[in-house]
């Protein structure tokens, strides 16, 4: 197991505040060399591009929290909603960059790519299941719901799945860094196949050893 400081819980609040702020530095600063001319000769596509990209990030990070706690120790469970959360925004802007400044309000045509462009079709669909999501991500969701609300947020993988095709889709080829993104999000999602039966052998040795250290 990785030993990692444990933080105060004193802290817990102010590390989840800044995360939201240190999750969102690369939009604002993606959006400053829009702005500035720094993105080349198609701001637009390439800021709509990398905000996309950070989507995916973000979600890939939200998958790997469990991962983490399972076969590392490590305890991030705390960070995960924020992470999610983060996604989403991102999400948003990247669907909002599109609409407002490639289509600039062009609802039909916004309307003819869902309907005639798969990768639009795929990446406006996880944007519709992220709503769900994003809107019942707060401890009154999760008492009032039960568990209806894990079921509800099992969708995550549906979208990871989706947004990986999406981007594979809207890149047209696999050079290196798609390619590790998707096999992040195939590994993460490989893993939810296998936790169950890796997690029951795991409690089995631990009960195992567990008379062994009694004597």
């Known amino acids: 197991m990785i030993a990692i400081p444990a933080l105060p819980r004193r802290y817990h609040a102010a590390s989840i505040w800044a995360l939201y702020v240190i999750g969102l530095c690369p939009a604002a600063w993606y959006f400053y060399q829009a702005a500035t001319g720094g993105l080349g000769f198609n701001p637009v596509k390439t800021f709509e591009h990398v905000i996309g990209i950070w989507a995916l990030r973000f979600i890939i990070a939200t998958l790997a929290i469990t991962p983490l706690r399972d076969l590392a120790g490590i305890n991030w469970v705390r960070y995960r909603r924020a992470l999610g959360l983060i996604a989403f925004y991102y999400v948003v802007i990247h669907f909002a960059v599109y609409l407002l400044l490639d289509l600039q309000l062009n609802f039909a045509a916004v309307g003819g790519d869902i309907v005639k462009r798969p990768y639009i079709t795929i990446g406006f669909a996880c944007l519709l299941m992220l709503i769900p999501l994003a809107v019942t991500s707060n401890n009154w969701s999760i008492r009032r719901f039960g568990q209806g609300w894990i079921k509800l947020h099992r969708l995550i993988y549906l979208i990871a799945a989706g947004g ?32 169950k039966p890796l997690m029951d052998r795991k409690r089995a040795r631990r009960n195992l050893s567990a008379p062994a250290r009694a004597r």
């Open 164 to 195: 990986a095709l999406h981007y594979v889709l809207a890149v047209k080829s696999v050079t290196l860094v798609p390619f590790i993104h998707v096999a992040l999000i195939a590994l993460l999602l490989a893993y939810r196949a296998v936790r």
